[in-house]
């Protein structure tokens, strides 16, 4: 007997969605609310747009770069990004693909984009290498500077957009020299930037000595010295902790209701299917089954089977009946079968003459001599002659075969029918 | 970020000298201002280094031919009491390089460079955070042109990641060495390839500015070094952009010259008032940004005579780009939007990328508010040509070429020199 699926409490699912969407919101993700899921498992309208840019940053973090949020897509960009990052993964549902809508740039349903992403988490254990990822960690680098880099990306961009088209050829190459010029001293400054961290890291190593915040070190660490020395500094550190802690917990929570939470995505799949069946025409569907002809199949299936029976039984008669005949050709009735009793037989379109005579055979050329004794001696005669006769007979014949195979190469439309040779010895 | 200065030749011995000084008076004034602790750590950090018996010693070299010279720049410094000079960061000698480019060159400066490098080594050592190295010289001489410029390009080699600013002091147009036009010449066309910018101070005006300041109008090396030194403290001291960031030397290259054509520098302070006159002046920030920019329209270093006539459409001065450093209180609201007028820059360089600022609350010197600009533009393009054209009708006719033959060096050497200097020239122009 098959058991039942257990039947969870609404409760324990919004937990489970909530925890999810709590995770991923800690993790550096698009915020999404448990509601917005519910929405889209009845494909609302309003749920697109959130989903839609979740499932865009869930590829991204699953492609090499395995940075959340870094590039800001716009929303063609989202589209295209999803419909490829999901075609890229082998993802085999036809209805996602067809609600994709690449030219208007936009999704008509909400439920294939939420189902997406259960199996985009799901193959690719994406909660998993999110928990690990150091980009998605609050705690990657401490004193956080992305702000500095991002500054220094949109000073990039908006320098790059200002630039005017050049003029000519000299200016364009004044241009690049100029931005490279740039590059080269950016990249001194670095380098000079990367030796001063470690000689103060070797200095603070050097002078903690002996004290540690951590099991694995004898010293402080840059970050330690840091916080110990400014007060504002240590109550951010304080606060990235706690929430770095949040989202262990939100993840260890996940891992206890994982289970309900797929349970509510089949309950979503069932929904699809539900709806699918009741937006069927029934009308349509019984036409279908009174109106295939059926029985007239089968009856003329039945009737080839039956005909195709008798052609063969008539086919196999034929060619027993051919078989007999040849047999009796070949062999005159009244006489057992001689071996040295050969017929070559030609279906000619043109006589040849050049047949050797030898091959022709005669029964009637060959008489006995004498009384008794001389019979037997007749015998013993004719015994040694037979023996001679016998050699001489299959020597010819097989020069006879050699000669009648190289005469037929050339002529067209003759087949040699070889002797039928019977095995009494 | 620590800065390594290298003090060569007379000139650049005096004007070192000079900018210690500037800088621990700037310091001394500043201590009973509010807020001043961070600063004054960051600038003793930068310039000088905890010696033995906790006495501050300034992150310096100093070469010279002539042993004179460095002692009494090491006296003087040890008089004043506040620092004073690494007793074993020296190197003299005993006969000077006689106004020979050449003997300077392959003479002296094949001689010193290893023990220069050693010196440097040690310096280097010092350092948490390297800024880059400040080499001061004059190039009329023999010594700061010829020396100064073998150790720059022994500098270049040992430390290619290194940043390297030349300060150079140019002889007045009517010098009195007369081949100073060659030590000229052939100085800036070995710098322009080794060094990465060239910080140019032209005796002519600088000898204007120091008569203005100056009480009487005879005016001295030392006053005219003093200019100098001002203007490099107002320039190199520390200072913070609108982002936060602070004025390293290597930012101060990236922005002044990422292009490896353009490397001449020119530096313009104001107020350029009297210490008698400081006291019944005031100043405000459109008025001082004000006339730094028609300074720089009108290519000029001096703020007398200004012609304002001169707009940026019709300025002959195209700049690639300008730096500004802004001191005293009240320098994060001043608008220097008209720096980043575009018709003073060329095409190819992106709107708003040509300009940049920094800023410090705290004074400088006896002046309330201060603006120092370094730019990268036209305005030494002339005197330079000026130089060449000199130096060229004295090659023409071979003069006193023998001076510096008889050192192993090549006519062709000239013509190179010549040919380079050309080519800056000519790159500057079609600016």
Redesign the interface.
Known sequence: MASQPVKVSSSKMRLAIGTLCQFLSLSGFSPISPETLRQAKFNKREAVGPLLSLLAELIDFSTATQCAKSPQFNREETVYVVHSGMLSRHFQRRQFYLCLDIDNSTCHSSRELLIAIGWLICTESLLKQMLFSKETSSLRSFPDVSHKLQERKIYMINTREDMEAPSSFEQYLNGLVWNMGKCRLATKQWYWKEQEIVKLAHKIHVATQGVSLAKNRVCLSPADVTILRYKDKLEKHLHTVEKENRRLQMFFQWLEKEEIFWQWMESVIDAENSERIQNEDPAARSQVDDSYPFDDYSKTLADLSSQLDTTLKEVTQRMQFYDKSLMEKSVPSGETGNPLDVRFEFVPKRVKDHIPKSIVHSQSDWSPVGGIKDIEEEILILSKRLSSLEAKLLEQRDAFSCSCTEMLASIDGVVSIPPILCNQR | MSVISLQLGQCGNQIGQLFFDTLMSDLQQREKERNSKEYQSRCLDRFFVSGEDHKLEARAISVDTEGKVVSNVFDQAKKTGRWCYPSDQQLSGRRGAGNNWADGFYNHGAKCEQEVLDLVQRELEKC????GFCSLMSIGGGTGSGLGTRVTRALKEAYP???LINVLVWPHSAGEVIVQNYNAVLSMAHLSESS?ALLIFQNDDIRKIAQTLGSSPKVTFDDMNRVVSEQLVASLQPAVSH?GSDN?L??Y??HL?????YKLLTSRFLPQVSEAAVSFSTFNWPALTKRTFQMLLTQSVIDEGLNWHIKPSNSRNKTLSNLMVIRGKGCQSVDTGIFSSPEIY????????GFASFTQSLPLLRYEKSTSLLSNCQTPIRALDTMVSKAWGMFAMRAYTHWYTRYGMQEEEFIDCFAKLEQTIGNYNSV
């Open positions: 948490d955070h390297f800024g990641k290194s940043f990465d982002d390293l290597g930012r290259l990236e010259v990422p292009h490896p054509d060329p095409s190819w360089i992106p709107r708003g990328a």
